[in-house]
């Protein structure tokens, strides 16, 4: 498949803001509404849940703006049909109960979040955006790319940090697995999976 990748920035800031209409508007998908901000703020997940879209709409353009909210858009043709979130690992807020990430003093690149629009899945975006985040951070800045895909998440929506077999696909090896549960009482397993820069 054709696919072109832009890196978020202020001039595709519409892009953006489409593409989560899309989700909501054909996906028929609740998923729109967070505007990718779920882990750029400092509510728990049950505070989370009562900000409304706009508040989350306006916090990513100004997010955007400041550099604080980055990643990756894939297009057909001049549609945005599927994003990545990905950030310095310090722009991110790991403070949900259900996520405690581990801290270190190294350079790292957090791939945070995937949505792939339901017309374009099975299609290998998602191999394909992450093959393209590896290859821009490769600039001998950062010492790894984390990532924190889900083990015991099915559904599309739920597994939104990505599939395990697409890191392990693409270069990445599992560096601890993770167990915990968030403050609505649900059960999380997930693996912190990096790919090193040599």
């Not at 394909?128 to 001998?140: E, F, P, R, V």
């Given at each position: 498949m054709n696919t072109n990748i832009k890196r978020l920035n202020t001039e595709i800031i519409d892009d953006y803001l489409i593409f989560f209409e899309n989700i909501i508007k054909i996906d028929k998908s609740e998923c729109g509404n967070c505007h990718c901000m779920f882990f750029h703020t400092d509510e728990?997940?049950?505070?989370?849940?009562?900000?409304?879209k706009e508040k989350n709409k306006n916090d990513a353009v100004e997010y955007i703006k400041s550099g604080k909210l980055s990643g990756f858009l894939a297009y057909?043709?001049?549609?945005?049909?599927?994003?990545?979130?990905?950030?310095?690992?310090?722009?991110?807020k790991?403070?949900?109960s259900r996520f405690h990430i581990l801290h270190d003093d190294n350079n790292a690149i957090s791939v945070v979040c995937f949505y792939i629009m339901q017309e374009y899945r099975g299609k290998g975006i998602t191999n394909?955006?992450?093959?393209?985040?590896?290859?821009?951070?490769?600039?001998?800045k950062y010492d790894y790319l984390e990532a924190y895909p889900s083990t015991n998440k099915i559904k599309s929506n739920e597994n939104y940090h990505g599939p395990l077999s697409s890191f392990i696909k693409n270069g990445f090896s599992i560096f601890k697995e993770m167990e915990e549960t968030d403050d609505f009482g649900d059960h999380e397993t997930y693996n912190i999976v990096r790919y090193y820069y040599l």
């Open positions: 728990k997940a049950k505070e989370w849940i009562n900000r409304t057909a043709g001049n549609n945005p049909i599927a994003w990545c979130n990905v950030n310095e690992r310090n722009n991110f790991f403070n949900k394909i955006l992450l093959k393209h985040i590896i290859n821009y951070y490769d600039n001998g």
